[in-house]
């Protein structure tokens, strides 16, 4: 009796697996790997502590669609002198026929606040040769001298410029205002190339962006890094 028990259970067991091998022999529904996008950090470049012309990011080498209308050469850089911001925020050199403005851009988001906003830029048609410095905004997470260049980057997109942003890959020492920190070269939709950058200053956020129209950049260089070291904080 025990033998046929057996043998049955043998039996229906294998009826079981034969049902299952015709269901998969009509058919299986494969799962398809979700595929893992892989975010690249730009590498930490073996640069010297100060703003130094990279193998210039040009609109070609970034890929980024640039207008085709004809870019006018930016006018010669006049003699520097000294102008200092409101409240003695920070002093900076700039070419003495540069437009200079001062005003407050206002950020809505989860929260809304103002950011002060300084900008300087050649006489011309844009985009000319320029630096804006935005500072005392306030930031949901901790930021040092060592990122706080990726935050001033995300508020340059949100009301400092209008153009569409492409950044190079290389992360770069910089020495903005004495304060040792990094930044990223970039190329825009509008024509201009640059350097965006950020510092922290006695718990005080700044931003800053320094650029002139990309087939001009080269020549500029020298203006601009001399620019970014005259900076000095005032607080």
């Not at 409240?87 to 900076?92: Q, T, Y």
Request: aromatic share 10%; hydrophobic share 40%; glycine share 8%.
């Amino acid at each position: 009796m025990q033998n046929r028990t057996s043998s049955f259970r043998r039996f229906v067991l294998a009826g079981i697996l034969a049902v299952v091998l015709a269901a998969c022999a009509q058919g299986t529904e494969r799962v398809v790997p979700t595929k893992l996008v892989q975010t690249t950090i730009p590498p930490i470049g073996s640069r010297p502590p100060t703003w130094t012309p990279a193998a210039v990011a040009t609109p070609h080498d970034a890929g980024t669609l640039i207008p085709t209308r004809t870019l006018t050469p930016p006018a010669t850089a006049a003699p520097m002198q000294v102008v200092v911001a409101r409240g003695n925020a920070f002093s900076i050199q700039i070419p003495s026929n540069w437009k200079v403005t001062e005003s407050t851009r206002r950020v809505e988001g989860r929260a809304v606040y103002e950011v002060k906003y300084f900008s300087a830029v050649g006489p011309g048609d844009p985009p000319q040769p320029g630096v804006i410095i935005f500072y005392e905004w306030p930031s949901s997470v901790a930021v040092t001298n060592d990122n706080v260049w990726e935050s001033a980057f995300a508020l340059t997109a949100l009301v400092i410029k209008s153009c569409a942003t492409q950044l190079g890959q290389e992360k770069l020492p910089v020495d903005f205002g004495g304060e040792a920190s990094y930044g990223v070269e970039y190329v825009d939709s509008c024509g201009a190339a640059g350097l965006v950058t950020g510092a922290v200053h006695h718990d005080v956020n700044y931003g800053a962006l320094f650029e002139a129209p990309a087939p001009y950049f080269g020549e500029w260089f020298p203006v601009l890094r001399e620019i970014l070291l005259s900076i000095s904080f005032g607080r």
